[in-house]
């Protein structure tokens, strides 16, 4: 979270880097096969305040300028990468201003033909052509976002199929989880 308080009315700017953001690495599910690529959801950018998401290369700064009681508050997830043109990131509940601490498990599957590569075929998957399943648990209600930069096939809360919501300018998917499960957390199915 950036604030800026002060009697001044000149900006203070300055550049985030994914790799600014303590033990980012072992956020990724593979720290060793991370690109160094994020996904940046800004909390207050958006139209009507309703958030921005932007793709980090590694390396690369995203200037952050502030004025007078101004603030900004960033969620900054790696992005795994699945195949060629499917890469995903869990960005949480992004009305909460700590919307990762949302996401409890993650875990990434890759398809061939619509069976798990490495586990016989058993996945509950229906499409021949999907190329990846992310799974995840996340805890509380509300907007959940991810970053995608292909429309997911379809979403699924437990057995369900959900609808959602999709930005083909920033990749951003959205769904809306309800009340909390029995189990405590929201099991999440994202197929690509």
Same mark, same amino acid.
Request: aromatic share 6%.
């Given at each position: 979270?950036?604030? #800026?308080?002060?009697?001044g009315?000149?900006?203070?700017?300055c550049?985030?880097?994914g790799?600014?953001?303590?033990?980012?690495?072992?956020?990724?599910?593979d720290?060793?096969?991370?690109?160094?690529?994020?996904?940046?959801? #800004?909390?207050?950018?958006g139209d009507h305040?309703?958030g %921005?998401?932007?793709?980090?290369?590694?390396?690369?700064a995203?200037?952050?300028?502030?004025?007078?009681?101004?603030q %900004?508050?960033?969620t900054?997830?790696?992005?795994?990468?699945l195949a060629? @043109?499917? #890469?995903f990131?869990?960005?949480g509940?992004?009305?909460?201003?700590?919307?990762?601490?949302?996401? +409890?498990?993650?875990?990434?599957?890759?398809?061939?033909g619509?069976?798990?590569v490495?586990? @016989?075929?058993?996945?509950?998957c229906?499409? +021949? +052509?999907a190329?990846?399943l992310?799974?995840m648990?996340a805890r509380?209600?509300g907007?959940?976002?991810?970053?995608?930069p292909v429309r997911?096939?379809?979403?699924m809360?437990g057995?369900?199929?959900? +609808?959602?919501?999709?930005d083909?300018s920033?990749?951003?998917?959205?769904?809306?989880?309800e009340e909390?499960? @029995?189990e405590?957390?929201?099991?999440i199915?994202?197929?690509?």
């Open positions: 979270m950036f604030h #800026r308080a002060g009697a009315a000149e900006a203070l700017t550049g985030v880097k790799s600014d953001v303590h033990l980012i690495s072992e956020a990724a599910t720290p060793d096969q991370w690109s160094g690529d994020c996904a940046v959801y #800004r909390h207050g950018s305040g309703s %921005d998401l932007v793709v980090l290369p590694d390396g690369a995203l200037p952050v300028s502030l004025k007078v009681l101004e %900004d508050i960033l900054v997830s790696p992005i795994k990468d060629p @043109g499917f #890469r990131a869990p960005i509940l992004v009305d909460m201003f700590n919307s990762g601490a949302a996401v +409890e498990g993650l875990t990434y599957h890759l398809l061939d619509g069976k798990l490495g586990d @016989g075929g058993s996945a509950a229906r499409s +021949e +052509e190329v990846g992310v799974c648990e509380g209600c907007r959940f976002g991810a970053y995608s997911p096939r379809r979403c809360l057995s369900v199929e959900m +609808e959602f919501s999709y083909s920033s990749g951003l998917v959205t769904l809306q989880l909390m499960p @029995g405590r957390v929201h099991k199915v994202v197929e690509l």
